[in-house]
């Protein structure tokens, strides 16, 4: 579900909620006595930490609550679907992609379809982007890849955060890219998109 461009965060501990609460609106604690005594601060406005203008609008909580009804159906489909996909692909296709391993005890519900091009069947992802972006596939990077690569983290106050090697967002920033999974899709887009897949591999490793 979207609330336009926002969303939620939910946890049963209350030392987080507190803190993610202060986070979404500035770094505010409001009422906090003990830390307004010990800075000498008014307790109505007491920053404890770096925060952002994060509070929903009553126009975004509106769209959620109207999809509240409709989430657990949008999630059921997801689930659905990524079966559909999963069960179709066969040898060939897994010998070049790979999915996200599902831990044990867990839920996803894929907001998307995630694919790694494994590194030893020698095709290039940018290559595999580019065929299915031309046949009607539409594509994204799996969103920032390695963050440490990003203009941001050359930042002189940040670089001591990216020091160092990192193989895995490496991989993955290399490696894997996204193609969308709407609830609204029939199983047809599934097969087509499999039946693309294929085409797609036939034709790289013909070239």
Not at 49 to 56: A, D, E, K, T
Request: hydrophobic content about 35%; some cysteine.
């Amino acid at each position: 579900m979207t609330c336009g461009e926002d969303g939620m965060d939910v946890t049963n501990n209350e030392k987080f909620a507190n803190s993610m609460r202060e986070v979404r609106a500035h770094g505010w604690t409001k009422d906090n006595l003990p830390l307004a005594e010990e800075f000498d601060l008014d307790p109505r406005y007491v920053f404890s930490q770096p925060g952002y203008n994060m509070r929903p609008t009553e126009l975004q909580a509106g769209f959620g609550l109207a999809q509240l009804d409709k989430v657990q159906d949008f999630n059921t489909r997801r689930c659905e679907l990524m079966e559909q996909f999963k069960n179709g692909l066969d040898k060939e296709l897994m010998g070049v992609f790979s999915l996200p391993v599902e831990l044990g005890n867990t839920y996803p519900v894929p907001f998307s379809i995630p694919l790694r091009v494994n590194r030893e069947c020698e095709i290039d992802r940018a290559d595999v982007m580019d065929y299915l972006e031309e046949h009607g596939v539409e594509t994204r990077p799996l969103v920032a890849g390695n963050l440490a690569r990003q203009p941001f983290a050359k930042l002189e106050y940040l670089e001591d955060m990216f020091k160092g090697d990192f193989p895995g967002a490496d991989a993955i920033h290399n490696e894997c890219f996204f193609m969308g999974l709407n609830p609204m899709f029939n199983s047809e887009y599934i097969v087509r998109l499999l039946d693309t897949l294929h085409e797609c591999i036939i034709t790289l490793k013909r070239s």
